[in-house]
């Protein structure tokens, strides 16, 4: 299911690199199922190295820094955890 929805997404968004990351990236089965398709569609798999798969505190920090590089910056009192905030709807304010 995963390498049908992410061909689907590469096919919508004409991507050329495919950027594997967090603990699904450990998972060397879809890495290969990934890279057939990958290469079907003329794209690159990108996985990250083992090392920072099993973590997401690295793309938290990232994404942490690319937000203030730009200025979005939250204050602390509208902060919060919400365990089932959905990706999708992040205002993403530093890509063109």
């Given amino acids: 299911m995963l390498a049908e929805v992410t061909e689907r997404a590469l096919a919508l968004t004409r991507a050329k690199h495919l950027l594997l990351v967090g603990g699904v990236a450990c998972n ?12 079907a569609r003329g794209a690159e798999l990108c996985p990250t190295d083992d090392r920072y798969c099993i973590d997401n505190g690295a793309m938290i920090a990232q994404a942490g820094w690319e937000m203030l590089r730009v200025g979005q910056v939250t204050e602390l009192s509208q902060s919060g955890i919400t365990q089932r905030y959905r990706t999708d709807e992040v205002e993403v304010s530093w890509r063109d």
């Fill in 28 to 39: 060397h089965r879809l890495q290969e199922m990934l890279q057939t398709m990958c290469r």
